[in-house]
């Protein structure tokens, strides 16, 4: 990485799209750990802000030519890094979301509406449940 210390973004952006892939090297080592700790912020999960940081650099170095201001990489991976954090977010609210699907098990659900969890039933399947307990699994949803 001879050079990168001293050159500016737009520099090492114009080597990488020229083909020197050392370049890029250069940017992640510039940027990886301020964009790691912006991710661990969003993610509070080691693992998932990793994944996030891992796939914004592999994003950016794919898309580096629609890069419209050279000058500006960092900010313009930022945007990338916050698009991956909301993605990867997302997608481990939806892991942890509890979904049920079975039939019937909900019809045969019990009517008590004690658990911690929350149930979405449609109104067929709700229907055996008293009004209380239908007025708080309404509310939930």
Known sequence: MHGVKG???????RRVLAGDRRAYAGLVARYRDRLGRYAMRMLGNEADAEEALQDTFVRGYRSLARCTDADRFG????????NRCRTKGAQRARRQRLVVHDEFALAHASPRCSTPRTRTLSGRQSSGLSPSCRRRTARRS
């Not at 900010?75 to 916050?82: E, N, T």
């Open 7 to 13: 050159e500016s973004d737009g520099a090492l952006v």
């Open 75 to 82: 900010a313009w991976m930022f945007g990338i890094l916050v």
